[in-house]
């Protein structure tokens, strides 16, 4: 059987505390949720750690949990990519998801927290090494394995925010409406008010609405595209199905997309089966393989196939996903009308 590079996403820890901290640091920027700064991300793993432990305890259904999933390379142990998602956003105790809702005549900006409640999938980052042969979208498409591994533990509503046009730590759209009223750069203000935990964003959004025609032409321009670096990811979740909601970022004016739970494309074309060890080699289609429920949920990116009600692994993936003999895991696969993608392509990066 053909040895290949194997990729396991799972759930952070403690130990991820140093991994964590460089790949915000190499983002530069552009992850406003992972700041790089170690007490912040000490805090936001203790709470994904604590949100997979209370998975299934409903005693709180409207409390906020972040589960934050990290991409390692199995042979390395490297921690090369994150991945998120988090429930109930803008709930009581948590800074508000307050944004900028676009008027129907497109005159008007209006602070809004109508996304408060729903899920957003967010902290999408994989270093650039290992960008070739579309390793970013099987580790976004594991966010969508984990919303079906226990659908009723998120909300009908799933949103992404996308990062807004900003260079050099500017953003034409927070100079605009913010800056000479916080005093502060863009990337200054993005930290501050990330790491916050009152509800500062409230304190701070316009009271009235702001007229569109008093921002600046590039202000204006820039309104509700997304950076340059993440068209690929706006993609992506066009592909999923998710659309302009007509809100953007309360600071740099990057698109909110949003989709149903239920429609998205990856949950509604994976399929359950059990898992099985088998010879597989370099001809097996590959597929994202995601096992457990919540608590202790895993995906592998491997080659696999899948007959009749069975689908085999290679040994070292079904060791890796903690499997169990008649254990059922939800598999995805790029289909078959797509252009094929070769494992050396898609995976050699160690």
Same mark, same amino acid.
């Given at each position: 059987?053909?040895?290949? %590079?194997? *990729? $396991? #996403?799972? %759930?952070?820890?403690? /130990? &991820?505390l140093d991994g964590l901290y460089e790949l915000a640091r190499s983002a530069e920027g552009g992850l406003s949720s992972l700041q790089p700064d170690r007490d912040y991300l000490s805090k936001y793993i203790d709470n994904a750690e604590r949100s997979f432990a209370a998975a299934d305890d409903p005693a709180d259904p409207a409390m906020?949990?972040? *589960?934050?999933?990290?991409?390692?390379? +199995?042979?390395?142990?490297e921690l090369i990519g994150c991945a998120a998602v988090k429930t109930n956003i803008g709930a009581s105790g948590e800074p508000p998801f307050i944004n900028f809702d676009l008027s129907a005549d497109e005159q008007f900006l209006s602070a809004s &927290?109508? =996304?408060?409640?729903?899920?957003? +999938?967010? @902290?999408? *980052? #994989?270093?650039?090494?290992?960008?070739a042969g579309g390793l970013g979208r099987y580790l976004a498409k594991a966010r969508y394995l984990m $919303?079906?591994?226990? %659908?009723? /533990? =998120?909300?009908?509503? $799933? +949103? /992404?925010?996308?990062?807004? +046009?900003?260079?050099?730590? !500017?953003? %034409?759209?927070?100079d605009a409406v913010f800056a /000479? !009223? =916080?005093?502060?750069?863009?990337?200054?203000?993005d930290a501050q008010f990330a790491s916050l935990e009152e509800r500062a964003l409230a304190l701070v959004s316009p009271e009235k609405p702001v007229r569109v025609d @008093?921002? @600046?032409a590039e202000a204006r321009r820039v309104m509700g595209q997304a950076h340059p670096s993440g068209g690929g990811a706006l993609k992506l979740l066009h592909d999923e199905g998710f659309r302009d909601s007509r809100t953007v970022d309360l600071f740099d004016g990057g698109p909110i997309v949003a989709a149903w739970r239920s429609k998205i494309t990856t949950i509604s074309q994976s399929r359950e089966n059990t898992a099985e060890i088998g010879e597989v080699d370099e001809t097996a289609?590959?597929?994202?393989?995601?096992?457990?429920d919540l608590k202790s949920f895993r995906v592998a990116i491997t080659p696999a196939r899948r007959k009749r009600r069975y689908l085999y692994l290679p040994e070292r993936a079904y060791r890796e996903l903690g499997l169990l003999p008649g254990d059922k895991v939800r598999s995805w696969r790029r289909p078959a009308k797509s252009p094929a993608v070769k494992i050396s392509e898609a995976l050699a990066r160690v």
């Open positions: 059987m053909t040895d290949f %590079p194997l *990729y $396991i #996403l799972r %759930p952070v820890t403690g /130990a &991820d906020t949990r972040k *589960y934050l999933l990290g991409l390692t390379h +199995v042979a390395s142990g &927290d109508r =996304f408060a409640g729903a899920t957003e +999938v967010g @902290s999408l *980052y #994989l270093k650039k090494e290992h960008r $919303i079906a591994a226990q %659908p009723e /533990a =998120f909300s009908r509503t $799933i +949103v /992404a925010e996308l990062r807004g +046009v900003s260079h050099n730590g !500017k953003a %034409p759209f927070y /000479a !009223k =916080f005093g502060c750069t863009f990337l200054e203000a @008093s921002l @600046s289609p590959l597929r994202l393989v995601a096992a457990g």
